[in-house]
């Protein structure tokens, strides 16, 4: 898996051949473990986008800075921005970190992971500034089960803002492991965005392993034309 400047820049110039139209990445420290560091943010934005024109998200997960004010104190010293950030609305301190991210002018991928997340997600004040939603499905799901998550997060998020401005936005309807490929089968039926890298999965659809980022956007652009062409 890609982590350094340089790796992730020749990855994203690959994986953006093979059909990506955005990427999403996790910026590494210098032992490897997430970080919001401004430091590190800026080399790795500058070094993909010298290599190519592409929308760039980073993630905020709690995990990189479990305290919800270092993780708004580290969104505020960024120098160089992402285009967008993906932030799970079940993490403590999602509103707050919410409002960095949109006071710095980066947009917000909602990252549901679950009911309670959804709901949270629709009672914040920052629900209707989001760019899209990112439902999660978790790893351990066979197909039909990830379909029926996929459907009850789906409905849960459509029936919440129905009526309401957000009523339009747009979903990434996203799986891990076991429900991967699932999700981004489901997600071109419905016609939703989707996403898939080494983050998501480590195999192909047949099962065997996949060599690379690019050879994933591959066979899942390939699935996707063979769904929608039907």
């Known amino acids: 898996m890609p982590a ?3 790796a992730l820049a ?5 994986v953006r051949a093979a059909g990506a139209n955005a990427v999403h990445l996790h910026v590494k420290d210098a032992v490897g473990a997430d970080t919001l560091g401004a430091e590190e943010l ?7 986008r010298a290599a190519a ?3 760039v998200g980073v993630t905020t997960g709690a995990w990189a800075l479990p305290d919800p004010g270092e993780r708004v104190a580290a969104i505020q010293s960024w120098t160089t921005l ?10 403590e301190g999602a509103d707050e970190v919410a409002a960095a991210l949109l006071g710095r002018g980066v947009e917000i991928e909602a990252g549901l992971w679950h009911a309670q997340g959804v709901e949270a997600w629709l009672s914040s004040p ?15 799901l066979d197909e039909r089960d990830t379909q029926a998550e996929a459907e ?4 849960q998020v459509r029936e919440g803002v129905r009526g309401r401005p957000a009523a339009a936005l747009r979903v990434l309807l996203h799986g891990e492991g076991s429900s991967c490929w699932p999700a981004l089968q489901q997600a071109a039926r419905l016609g939703l965005d989707m996403r898939i890298g080494l983050e998501d999965t480590l195999e192909m659809p047949d099962g065997s392993s996949a060599p690379d980022n690019a050879a994933l956007v591959a066979a899942a652009r390939d699935l996707i034309s063979a769904i929608q062409g039907m």
């Open 126 to 140: 920052y629900r209707d500034h989001s760019m899209r939603v990112l439902l999660e499905l978790p790893d351990g």
């Open 42 to 48: 800026t080399t790795v934005l500058q070094s993909v």
């Open 4 to 6: 350094t400047p340089a």
């Open 53 to 55: 024109a592409i929308p």
């Open 152 to 155: 009850r997060l789906l409905t």
């Open 82 to 91: 992402p285009d967008f950030a993906s932030l799970n609305w079940h993490e």
């Open 10 to 14: 020749r990855d994203v110039v690959a």
